[in-house]
């Protein structure tokens, strides 16, 4: 049923989609964190800037239950090495959850490697993030806008 519904919803909404996916690629680095960090302060959450290049941020947030490492990552494909310094982060800082969006493609052995290994990771591609930004009814242009990115989902509890 998932895999008909994302079929159907790329087909119908595929002008956004693209839209939206040329849209996230000019955004800049800050404007996620802000956005993540901005959504923390207000849901009373502690977070911590791991590391911030021009196109990764590496955010840990701390819930009232668990905690949770987010990767953000502009860049188009997703290597081994890629994931594996999110795993290193993982492993240093003893966090068991992580959620991974990246705004490309990944490579096939991470793939693999994570559908064995690392359930508790969860990836999130462009299209997987843009519909859940859009839902039916929004426009791109709507979604760019200021502080109207959500992350909520992403966050632990």
Not at 106 to 119: A, E, G, H, P
């Amino acid at each position: 049923m998932g895999k008909f519904f994302n079929k159907v919803y790329k087909k119908y909404r595929k002008e956004e989609i693209i839209k939206s996916c040329i849209r996230l690629r000019k955004i800049k680095i800050n404007y996620i964190m802000d956005n993540i960090t901005s959504t923390c302060w207000n849901y009373g959450l502690y977070y911590e800037i791991i590391m911030k290049t021009s196109n990764v941020l590496i955010i840990r947030v701390k819930g009232k239950k668990n905690e949770k490492l987010i990767q953000y990552d502009k860049n188009r494909i997703v290597f081994m090495n890629n994931f594996n310094r999110f795993l290193n982060y993982m492993n240093t800082f003893n966090i068991k959850r992580g959620t991974y969006i990246y705004m490309g493609i990944f490579n096939m052995t991470v793939v693999k490697l994570k559908d064995k290994y690392y359930r508790e990771i969860d990836l999130v591609d462009k299209y997987e993030f843009i519909k859940e930004q859009l839902g039916l009814n929004r426009r791109a242009e709507d979604i760019i806008k200021e502080h109207k990115l959500s992350f909520i989902k992403y966050l632990p509890e």
